[in-house]
């Protein structure tokens, strides 16, 4: 059995500023279970907190920082531009931070490589009449990429990202002429979406890898997978700490959301994993010859996702 120990790492982002490895993920919670989670998480030892405009939930989630007596230097605030506020990034930022209580975030990220229209029927997923999203085709997402760049030297984060980008992506976005450059990638990881030559590519451009969903999603089989069970038995732990585990064995961040105390404890707890057993995880996907997305909304025409390595 081995000997657990709060997930205390840290990595350095090409801005010179430390990021906490183990993050609370924020989506899909009542403002209620979000504010008391983040004030447990907090609590508990927890100094990264993740959200997004699209969640809906800054403002709970700045009254749980405001509330927990924690300084702010001490707590890393990632959030993220919707994609209907492509056209006015400024005041998109100006506004979580309001929401947030904050000055300034310490990281901030388009949500999506999409631009929808801001003047749609929806503030945050609008529609057209036929119900396919109401995208603006004709505006790119390294184009609003470069309307971020400037939120750095005006305080209002100190880094910046992208999320749910593949390779050709981030190749788009490096053929620019960057002020900024991109500190981190926020993407779906988990051992049935490895996307080892991503991460692989992302780490070699000196981008911070995060996994989002790293325990797959609602009553996810990841957490009841029989190969991963073995693993998490040898450890004499759970298959959740053998994943979170196994994010840190890769060098990414993990946010793991919950928001019941006993899984917030528990997913900050992680064992040190072996290499034999992370590589095993790194080709599960692949042995079994498939691989599963759990966050894949449809942009049609767009294709966000043209890869799952």
């Known amino acids: 059995m081995a000997k657990t120990h709060k997930a205390t790492k840290t990595y350095q982002l090409i801005t010179g500023e430390k990021i ?20 447990y998480a907090l609590k508990t030892g927890y100094r990264h907190i993740d959200t997004a405009t699209a969640y809906g939930n800054e403002e709970p989630i700045g009254r749980a ?7 702010r230097e001490e707590i890393y605030v990632t959030t993220k531009l919707s994609p209907t506020e492509h056209n006015d990034v400024e005041k998109a930022i100006k506004t979580s931070l309001k929401k947030l209580q904050l000055d300034y975030v310490d990281l901030y990220l388009i949500h999506w490589p999409v631009t929808l229209n801001p003047n749609g029927n929806h503030p945050v997923v609008p529609t057209k ?24 030297e005006k305080g209002y984060t100190k880094a910046i990202g992208v999320c749910n980008t593949t390779i050709s992506k981030l190749e788009q976005l490096f053929q620019l002429d960057l002020k900024v450059k991109p500190a981190v990638l926020q993407v779906e990881l988990h051992p049935y979406l490895p996307q080892n030559k991503l991460v ?6 000196n981008l911070v890898v995060e996994a989002y969903s790293p325990l797959g999603s609602a009553n996810s089989t990841l957490l009841k997978d029989a190969e991963i069970q073995a693993i998490a038995y040898k450890y004499g732990v759970s298959i959740a700490t053998i994943l979170i585990s196994w994010a840190l064995w890769r060098n990414t961040v993990v946010l793991a959301k919950s928001v019941k105390p006993s899984r917030i404890e528990s997913n900050y707890e992680v064992v040190d994993l072996k290499n034999e057993d992370g590589v095993f995880l790194n080709e599960l996907a692949e042995r079994r010859g498939n691989t599963r997305r759990f966050v894949d909304p ?3 025409p ?7 390595d």
């Open 200 to 205: 692989k590519y992302a780490q070699s451009r």
């Open 302 to 308: 767009l294709v966000v996702f043209d890869s799952s």
């Open 129 to 152: 009449p036929d119900g396919s999203r109401d995208i603006l085709l004709d505006w790119p997402f390294t184009k609003t990429y470069q309307l971020i760049e400037p939120l750095v």
């Open 298 to 300: 449809n942009w049609d």
């Open 65 to 71: 920082i405001n509330d927990s007596g924690i300084a």
């Open 20 to 39: 906490p490895a183990i993050g609370l993920g924020t989506w899909q919670a009542t403002d209620e279970e979000v504010y008391n989670s983040v004030l």
